[in-house]
């Protein structure tokens, strides 16, 4: 019986030193130091077409068990905008351990542009037609593109000044406003008109058609606006500028431009484009011109 105690103590004491070695040699290979990334460069700069692979270019990760695990690199996420073209993009990389390691620099787009409003028909409606419209179908004669986004059209969003209503002809100011996925936003202020169709004036104007309402240019390049008059619209009728019976009955008539616009300064400007027929009214088309800084 004696015997039989000693042996039990025995193998006791060896099961105990050898669960203390297991444990000991566990601690020893249990890996607690996570990776590591490096990148070459503070900032990185591509173009908006970059495959995502190019993001990548001169980062490194390694760790001291599983070695060089740069190949498992994941961009972990973008921050808006912080400048024109420049936002902070945050990469992460995780070991065979499940230790994770980040790193943060700038991407910078070397040919990016923020997001366009475009308008290929003037703001010009009649009191009857706009009575029981809403804004999202005044939206609707406007589109919205991103270098980075591409169609953004739905994002659109639209600010009636005053009221927010339209309370029969005159002039109503508006904001038509849209931003990407980088929080860049575009915001263009412009003017609506309204006309009654019963006024007998209205019947007589003759309005400049311009293939762009809304235009846009950089800091220092004037626009040569007279390129953009297309022709010439009475009531629901459009002539060519070329168009004979245009040249017949209103010889001697030309589109005056009074162009708004400080081509030095960043801002929306409006310009005027006036045609006064021979012994008629004159009728006046706007432009929004852009300058971009």
Known sequence: MRKLRIAVIIIFIVTAGLFAAYQVETRLRTDNEPPTITSENESISVSVEAEESELFQGLKAEDNVDGDITADIRIASMSNFTDTGKRDITYVVFDSSNHGATLTRELVYTDYTPPRITLAEPLRFDTDVTEEWSISQFLQMFKATDCLDGDITSQMRMNIGGNGYIDGAGTYPITVQVSNSGGDVTSVSMEMTIVDPQDDQE?????????????????????????????IQRGSQVYELNDPILSEDLAGTAVNIADGTDYNTPGTYTAEFSYTPPEGVTATTKMTVVVEG
């Open 203 to 231: 019947s007589e104007k003759y309005y400049p058609v311009l293939s762009e309402y809304i235009v846009y240019t950089k800091v220092g390049q004037p626009l040569s606006l007279g390129d953009y008059v297309t022709g």
